[in-house]
């Protein structure tokens, strides 16, 4: 499993910005793909956020398309979630994981503790 530790959640206010890091315990130049998920208030799963694989390529969900960036940096074993124009709901619990990829599939190999974002409106 792979350790990891998320930081830079927060409260703000609604239109605002944070910066989500999270750090690997080694390295993640082989992990097939990291992601952030979050766990909102409302939900009953957590869901993908956004993801980056080992080639560059990046993913969204549609509503944070245009507002969210994800981005790696291999040679420090981190994964950043850069938020802007944050919104109410975007408001919960915001994870970290790392994933390879088996057979087509993806699964997990490590999860964070998590970080807790508060968007005030």
């Known amino acids: 499993q792979v350790q990891l530790e998320e930081s830079g959640g927060g409260l703000v206010q609604s239109g605002g910005s944070l910066r989500l890091s999270c750090s690997a315990s080694?390295?993640?130049?082989?992990?097939?793909?990291m992601g952030w998920h979050r766990q909102t208030p409302a939900g009953k799963q957590r869901e993908l956020v956004a993801a980056i694989t080992s080639s560059g390529s990046s993913d969204y969900l549609e509503s944070v398309k245009g507002r969210f960036t994800i981005s790696r940096d291999n040679s420090k074993n981190t994964v950043s979630l850069q938020m802007d124009s944050l919104k109410p709901e975007d408001t919960g619990v915001y994870f970290c994981?790392?994933?390879?990829?088996?057979?087509?599939?993806?699964?997990?190999?490590?999860w964070g503790q998590g970080t807790l974002v508060n968007v005030s409106s």
């Open positions: 080694e390295s993640i130049s082989s992990i097939n793909r």
């Open positions: 994981n790392a994933e390879r990829l088996s057979g087509g599939y993806y699964y997990a190999v490590g």
